[in-house]
């Protein structure tokens, strides 16, 4: 089976940690770009499918809300409410994908350029991060908007960093 090209290693095998493929692509893990970008893509995607529920949950579809002189939706045929329905359920989950996906980009480029300038890692880092993310976020709202924003982006940051750290049981 190791005749078939790209099948030199065995599955689960230790790499060369002198290979320059290998030090290429774990230097390219380790840059901050590609971290930012990761996390921007990761969760674009995790807000599509979280659009897409939330969207197919909601309580004020366009089946309920009809502007004057317009049909309602429940009057069309089933194909014509099918296509209004996705219609609707896509623009939601795009909306909210661009949103989950701005988020994490920001977030994460904040983090690992807090982290590269203190060269720590540890909970101060996500707190930091935390609190400028939900600040410029809240920006357009005013400067309460915007502490508001960096207590809350911190504390929720604070409490997964500290979840996350914490030591398996096993």
Same mark, same amino acid.
């Given at each position: 089976?190791?005749?078939?090209?790209?099948?030199?290693?065995?599955?689960?095998?230790?790499?060369?940690?002198?290979?320059?493929?290998?030090?290429?692509?774990?230097?390219?893990?380790?840059?901050?770009?590609?971290?930012?970008?990761?996390?921007?893509?990761?969760?674009?995607?995790?807000?599509?499918?979280?659009?897409?529920?939330?969207?197919?949950?909601?309580?004020?579809?366009?089946?309920?809300?009809?502007?004057?002189?317009?049909?309602?939706?429940?009057?069309?045929?089933?194909?014509?409410?099918?296509?209004? @329905?996705?219609?609707?359920?896509?623009?939601?989950?795009?909306?909210? !994908?661009?949103?989950?996906? &701005?988020?994490? *980009?920001? =977030? %994460?480029?904040?983090?690992?350029?807090?982290?590269?300038?203190?060269?720590?890692?540890?909970?101060?880092?996500?707190?930091?991060?935390?609190?400028?993310? @939900?600040?410029?976020?809240?920006?357009?709202?005013?400067?309460?908007? !915007?502490?508001?924003?960096? &207590?809350?982006? *911190?504390? =929720? %940051?604070?409490?997964?960093?500290?979840?996350?750290?914490?030591?398996?049981?096993?």
């Amino acid at each position: 089976m190791n005749n078939l090209p790209g099948a030199s290693a065995p599955a689960g095998g230790q790499y060369d940690p002198n290979d320059p493929n290998v030090k290429w692509l774990s230097n390219m893990m380790e840059s901050c770009y590609a971290k930012t970008a990761m996390a921007g893509v990761a969760g674009f995607g995790l807000g599509g499918m979280f659009g897409i529920f939330m969207a197919s949950m909601a309580y004020d579809t366009p089946f309920q809300t009809t502007p004057q002189g317009t049909t309602p939706v429940s009057s069309l045929p089933l194909k014509k409410q099918l296509a209004h @329905g996705f219609k609707d359920m896509g623009k939601r989950s795009y909306s909210t !994908a661009k949103n989950f996906g &701005a988020v994490g *980009a920001l =977030f %994460s480029g904040i983090e690992c350029g807090i982290e590269g300038l203190r060269a720590k890692n540890d909970l101060g880092n996500g707190v930091a991060a935390g609190c400028l993310t @939900g600040a410029i976020l809240a920006r357009n709202g005013g400067p309460q908007a !915007a502490a508001v924003g960096c &207590a809350g982006f *911190a504390a =929720f %940051s604070a409490a997964i960093d500290t979840w996350m750290r914490m030591p398996k049981d096993e």
